[in-house]
């Protein structure tokens, strides 16, 4: 009966694809990259009976990790819990943790162009950002000014920020900066997934670095995320962050099943110091944590992603450099993407800036694409310290503009289009002819 269940699934998979139909439908600028094979795959998953972080998530920790570099992964709901976990580890009640100096107040810095949660988990765990202006066109944070701040502050401990859509700073002097300085990295790599420095793959040069999974990304299982490190003693303080605060870590069946005992032989001890009462491990909590897991199902439908992770890179490659042979007669007006020296990215998207010169604007351009339905986005919070969340952060300086002219020409100019492998060579030459119809007026 299940086989029969599966096939109707996959069939019923094939039976939903349609044709696009140019001026009509949408070109999204993203969205899952699904064959039968991840539906067949979810469905079989619930039907298990299994429904909570389980084996499949365990297998796609190990695979995952290996897949970055690193040694150690944890997987969670989402790309935000991920920089979440990453940030609660470091105030860990565990006394290596603390020796790292993460107490309430400690100075990160980071760019003050952002998507909010890498900003938000700096300020939730009680730690003070420190703001960095961004360089164009690539919109990834100021060196200079990066070794300005701490030339002024000796109080800052680390750095924090997102490879900006799948293109990194120059990483040599980044690493040659945290090493001189003494600096913790946190990798915010969501949008890197897929791209290399060197030949070192993003996401394996932090202490810890995040990864994301929702459905915009490079790869998918609906919302999902990952912290990855070589410390095996962050691996298990991240864990227990993830699973309520919980001591307990090592159990390799399924999670919350214990019907074959743990793996360590020791859930019953005297868990508690200076109380000899025999206390189950699975109910003793390290750690002030949360519920982050994510659904075996998530996991299940991440396995088949990233069997075809290395084809979806190579089709947001291929998108990006047709992208630049539709806007690069029009440089002229345009800020086009380039990769930095020594980086091949996976581009999470097609970014650009209109540049003040033009006889257009960045609202004017993108209205015509929308109007043509073909989906455009601003990139994410331009300056974060113009929108309301954050007036208490802002009220810190006299002049945003002034101290943050880049992030002030991001916020009124920069936009992307998508590169993801759903935008096929049709889709392509519609956007090529929806822009030249628009650039006519400019000759």
Known sequence: MLNNILELVSEYVKSKEKEWKPGEDWVSY??????????????????????????????????????????????????????LLMLSALTSQDPKIKNLGFRKGTKIITPVTC????????????????????????????LDEVERVLQEDGDIRGIMFAHVLGNPPDMDRLVDII?????????????????????????????????SFYPAHHM????????????????KVLASFRDWGRACYCNMQKPG????????????????????IKYDHRYVFDEVGYNLK???VQAAIGLKQLEKVDELHDARRRNFNRLNQVFAPFEEYLHLPRATEKSDPSWFAYLLTVKESAPFSRFELTSFLEDAKVQTRSYFSGNILYHPGYS??????DDLKGSFPNAHRATESSFFLGTYAGITEEKLQYIQSKVLEFMEKYK
């Not at 969205?31 to 469905?43: H, I, K, N, Q, R």
């Not at 099943?257 to 000899?276: E, H, I, P, Q, Y």
Request: hydrophobic residues 35%; glycine residues 10%; negative net charge.
């Open 30 to 83: 993203s969205g899952p990259v699904f064959s039968s094979e991840e539906y067949v795959e979810a469905v079989k998953t619930i039907l298990d009976g299994w429904l909570v972080f389980g084996r499949k998530g365990r297998d796609f920790e190990l695979k995952f990790s290996e897949h970055l570099g690193k040694k150690y992964g944890v997987l969670t709901n989402s790309g935000s819990s991920a920089n």
């Open 115 to 142: 998507f909010p949660t890498t900003l938000n988990p700096i300020l939730q765990c009680g730690f003070e950002p420190v703001f960095v202006d961004v360089t164009l066109p690539d919109l990834n944070l100021d």
């Open 179 to 211: 090493k001189r300085y003494d600096l913790v990295f946190l990798e915010d790599a969501c949008d890197a997934l897929g791209s290399t420095y060197d030949g070192k793959k993003l996401g394996s040069f932090g202490l810890m670095s995040t990864c």
């Open 220 to 235: 998918t299982m609906g919302e999902g995320g990952f912290i990855a490190t070589d410390s095996n003693k962050f691996r």
């Open 257 to 276: 099943d214990v019907t074959d005992g743990t793996a360590c032989g020791n859930r019953f001890r005297s868990w508690f110091k200076d109380l000899d």
């Open 294 to 296: 994510p659904l075996e």
């Open 392 to 397: 208490f952060l802002a009220n810190r300086y």
